[in-house]
Nanobody, 122 residues
Framework: QVKLLESGGGSVQAGGSLRLSCAAS??????MGWFRQAPGKRREGVAR????????YYDDSVEGRFTISLDNAKNTVYLEMNSLKPDDTAMYYC?????????????????WGQGTQVTVSS
C-alpha cells in the first residue's frame, strides 16, 4: 500500500507562485498526479507524470503555468505553480497508480494523500 504525503500549500496573492511536494512511501514506477477539488465542485485532474519515462500531461486550465516533475531517487513528485489565479483555489491532492497514466479520472488512482490547501486571493 503506497502512502502519499503532500506539503507546500498555503495562501498567495494572484500572480504568485507555490511549489507542492508529495513524498511516496515507496518507489512508484506507474503514474503520479495532482488533482484538486474546490468547494462544491468535482475533483479534477491537474497534471500527471509517467514514472517510467517522465512524460507529463496537463489540464488545459493550467497548461503553461504549472509544471509537474518527479524525482524517482526521492520518490517525490512536485507541482510548480506559477501565475496563480483565484480560480486555482482548492484542496490539492497527490495520487498514484501502478499502471501508466491512462487518464485524469480520480477513480483510476487507488492511492491518495490527505491533501494540502492552496488559496489564491485577488
Amino acid at each position: 500500500q503506497v502512502k502519499l504525503l503532500e506539503s507546500g500549500g498555503g495562501s498567495v496573492q494572484a500572480g504568485g507562485s507555490l511549489r507542492l511536494s508529495c513524498a511516496a512511501s515507496e518507489y512508484t514506477a506507474g503514474c503520479m498526479g495532482w488533482f484538486r477539488q474546490a468547494p462544491g465542485k468535482r475533483r479534477e485532474g491537474v497534471a500527471r507524470i509517467e514514472g517510467r519515462n517522465l512524460v507529463s500531461y496537463y489540464d488545459d486550465s493550467v497548461e503553461g503555468r504549472f509544471t509537474i516533475s518527479l524525482d524517482n531517487a526521492k520518490n517525490t513528485v512536485y507541482l510548480e505553480m506559477n501565475s496563480l489565479k483565484p480560480d486555482d483555489t482548492a484542496m490539492y491532492y497527490c495520487a498514484a497508480r501502478d499502471g501508466i497514466c491512462v487518464g485524469a479520472e480520480p477513480p483510476l488512482y487507488p492511492y491518495w494523500g490527505q491533501g494540502t490547501q492552496v488559496t489564491v486571493s485577488s
